[in-house]
């Protein structure tokens, strides 16, 4: 924590430049002690504003022409710089979140494999998803032209910093990967839990945008408060929203931004419980196992992933008695931990007490260890409720961010679908069987997976691999558009159109579109994928 | 006309059920005459709603699990089944519609056609995006898991038949056939303007799902009011929304379905005057000729297409005064012709006057023959304005839906891009040049390609070609989505979302992401494309 005071100057960053035109600021608070840690961020204007739209809009004229290798080595220097601001970073950002040391070096290590995973897709190109009809002169009764197209970067994208992931779903996270590898200019919102973080990274992608000639206005960050963030969601210049975070912020986002004179699209991930469901024959067989690796998943990061398993199904049996006397067991002996922030805190007590004081819902184990408030812990819990009960109570399935399950007890796998028809949709949907049971229980897996982005079999949600395949996404409420994934190459999707181009002279095309396919990209020519070139 | 009171039964159709609970009926108007056509339609019911809505979400369940080649044989049948329609379909429709019966032959073939390309995408399959990680249970620190991800139907689609395609964009038209190729089921809201055609394709359909197996409720159709459109709209079950029509009818739908509690996409095209530059060396050379081809393309189908060439800008020199001269002399001699309906007729007389009454907007040239209005006649009609006025009145850039275009007369290449700024999104931009010009003017490219969803070079826009590069889409309010297209394969996009299931056995996972590749389709495999199994 030396020279945190100099370190964090607390400015606003307009492309190149710091801005502090306003009067109002904020300091960011140590969660785990409740005080302030030094440095004080200024909040941004609208005046500040109007100019980061601005320079970002002309950025985006400049920056969407650039080649797929430029942009790559854009974001490759935004790794590099991550990694050189050193222990800075690895210091800051845990003095602002209480998470240990060990995750947020892991957490950087994601974050910048992340913005490699993209420089990649970049440097091979066929993202771009190009297809090409060539003309046919002599088709009767009318020629057919040549048509060519491909997707290009939809425009200036605000990103709003998620408290739960400082680095990989904050300022560099995916979605300013994403939307920067899409060829879209990006202004991040700080998220306010976290503002010094924010701004040392924030301060390194700008130091990159200046070593590769990046224009400037590329990138921008700002501080500031939500009724500030609307303000941009509501500029014209913005063309997308990206937003991790609760159900009620991302709602509030989506209403003005479908809204607008001229709607644009939001990338809202909300809030999801995602399920683990649990057959009886697993469950006999390996009860003890499961119990320890949901324990860990339920109170990893102190709960606080978007994926955690927040509702777990089993059947009332002999084995389910076993296990879940070694899942109290095990809850016994985690200590509380502490929490983000003292938002986080207090929507974890709220939801916690008001599924304890449902009727009939039932406080199976909680850690032995009570609490410290002062230092925003949350003290890991486990609840239990009937089928029936969790049926007829709807707010039992509401995510509870935090430590925490609700083991819902069936007593048959009839009851078990019923209660799984009546769920919202899901980021995930776990479900542990033998080969013998899921085979039988096919239905359980047709029910889930009309509800989740990704349904796994065995294992826990919790883990996000960042790939080609990856869905970080699901229905409604999980996220606001189904169609998309946050996490893995996918999320470049997010921020790009298509464009046709008919009887283009072969010089005017994109590269991606030329003849000779300078790039060596997949396309679909003529109804066929190939990288050969066209004579 | 033979025998349609007894073919034109009227009544909604539910699956396979013909229903007609309610007392509103209406008929259809020949707009050649302004006369009733035979048969009455029966508006929809709220009870007749929800069994439709119910029907359709269990067909659902079944439908979405079908394999490409049994959706192909579908599409396949039902373009077999409009073809049985014969004579009677283009009778009726000629009658409901006013255009001429070699215009419905040619669209009834582009909507087979459409049939057959999507039965044709997925008889190949590979339109899925399937995305294979493979496992590697030694990484460290921890194993990586199996990832497999495709895209899968998003649900039940709501299609709001168009009137001006009364087969190509209505009951079994591009939204239809590629909602059902993408494995969901669909309810088409009638058009009003033509309820005969819209129950006879609806028939074909009903018929084609009976044939092949289809599961009840696969396909319904009804008639309706706005008022009864937007309860299907609110209806839980439905998933998304596939509009063509008005700005006003778009924007109406989409504020619903944004602010329903559950929102859910609406892809409407909605408005578009697809702007066409042509550059003084081109225009001195070529001239006669492109005034030719405007003349044809303005007044095409009486100017009712999406992509009719609405803006036309020039740059005042010799070679205009020749193009302008004889453009006029050609819209002399062109006939008025019935529109569609009374409705478009008077949006078109509209138009017009609010054009023409702007101060320095002039009439350039019109039909000789005035349009006889009780044959729903448009009057082709050409107006001239300078680059000046028309930067600095908007309304001078909103589409006029019929036979008529905007001539905007410009002084330099400077003001003739300060007028492209001030556009509005397009489905299409137009650009005729020389080589040399357009060479050495690219920033007329640079202005038109964020603006437009197709670009071409030379040639006229109202041709829309349907294959894999085509967009017909663009940047609001052209379209409400400008990430997608309603024409082409790629339209099948607006119905998926993407699915990913990790670790789960080779058995249960569907045929797409299977080790096999039993339907040996091209998928992304550990990051290379490959048609190849996994060993």
């Known amino acids: 924590m030396n020279n945190m005071e100099t370190i964090i100057e607390g400015k606003n960053i307009i492309g190149t430049k710091l801005s502090a035109l306003g009067n109002s600021k904020f300091k960011a608070i140590d969660p785990s002690t409740g005080n302030f840690i030094p440095g004080e961020f200024a909040r941004v204007t609208e005046e500040e504003i109007a100019e980061i739209m601005n320079k970002s809009s002309a950025a985006f004229e400049i920056y969407r022409k650039f080649s797929g290798i430029r942009k790559a080595k854009f974001l490759e220097a935004i790794a590099e710089e991550i990694i050189n601001l050193g222990q800075t970073l690895i210091d800051r950002t845990v003095a602002e979140t209480g998470l240990p040391e060990g995750r947020i070096i892991g957490e950087r290590g994601r974050t910048v494999g992340q913005l490699e995973m993209f420089a990649k897709l970049l440097r091979k190109g066929s993202w771009v998803d190009a297809r090409i009809d060539t003309a046919i002169p002599s088709r009767q009764p009318l020629p057919k032209p040549d048509l060519r197209r491909m997707l290009v970067p939809i425009g200036p994208v605000l990103v709003f910093g998620a408290s739960n992931f400082p680095l990989a779903f904050s300022t560099a996270g995916g979605d300013t990967a994403s939307a920067l590898a899409a060829g879209c200019t990006v202004v991040v919102k700080a998220h306010s839990s976290h503002p010094g973080t924010a701004y040392l990274v924030a301060s390194a992608i700008s130091k990159a945008a200046q070593k590769t000639n990046m224009p ?7 501080f500031g408060n939500g009724e500030m ?49 649990i057959l009886p024959q697993i469950l006999s067989l390996k009860g003890d196992a499961i119990a320890e690796g949901l324990a860990n998943s339920i109170t990893q990061g102190v709960g606080q992933f978007c994926t955690n398993p927040g509702i777990i199904f089993i059947i009332k049996s002999e084995g389910s008695e076993n296990f879940l006397d070694s899942l109290s067991k095990k809850f016994e002996l985690i200590s509380p931990s502490t929490m983000l922030n003292k938002g986080i805190h207090k929507a974890y007590q709220e939801g916690i007490n008001k599924l ?8 199976l184990s909680r850690s032995k260890q009570e609490a410290d408030y002062s230092k925003t812990q949350a003290r890991p819990t486990i609840l239990k409720v009937s089928a029936n009960t969790f049926i007829n109570n709807p707010h039992l399935s509401a995510e509870v961010f935090g430590p925490s399950s609700l083991i819902v007890e069936c007593s048959t796998i009839k009851e078990m679908a019923e209660a799984l028809n009546g769920l919202e949709g899901q980021l995930t949907g776990t479900i542990h069987a033998t080969e013998e049971e899921i085979n039988n229980e096919q239905s359980i897996i047709e029910i889930l997976n009309q509800k989740v982005g990704r349904l796994l079999f065995g294992g826990y949600p919790t883990g996000v691999e960042v790939c ?32 046709c181009y008919q009887n283009f002279p072969n010089n005017l095309l994109p590269e991606e579109l030329k003849n000779e396919n300078p790039n060596n990209i997949m396309r679909i020519v003529d109804g066929e994928y190939t990288t050969n070139s066209i004579n």
């Open 216 to 222: 400037e206005g590329v990138f921008s960050m700002i």
């Open 229 to 277: 963030a609307i303000k941009i969601v509501e500029h014209p210049h913005t063309k997308a929203v990206g937003f991790t975070g609760s159900y009620s912020g991302g709602m509030a986002i989506f209403k003005v931004a479908t809204n607008r004179k001229k709607p644009i699209p939001v990338y809202a991930e909300m809030s999801a419980a995602n399920p683990v469901v």
């Open 356 to 363: 304890s004081t449902t009727e009939n819902v039932a406080v």
């Open 468 to 499: 080609d395949s990856m869905v970080h996404g699901g229905p409604f409420p999980s996220t606001s558009d189904s169609r998309s994934t946050s996490v893995g190459t996918g999320a470049i999707l997010r921020f790009v159109r298509p464009i």
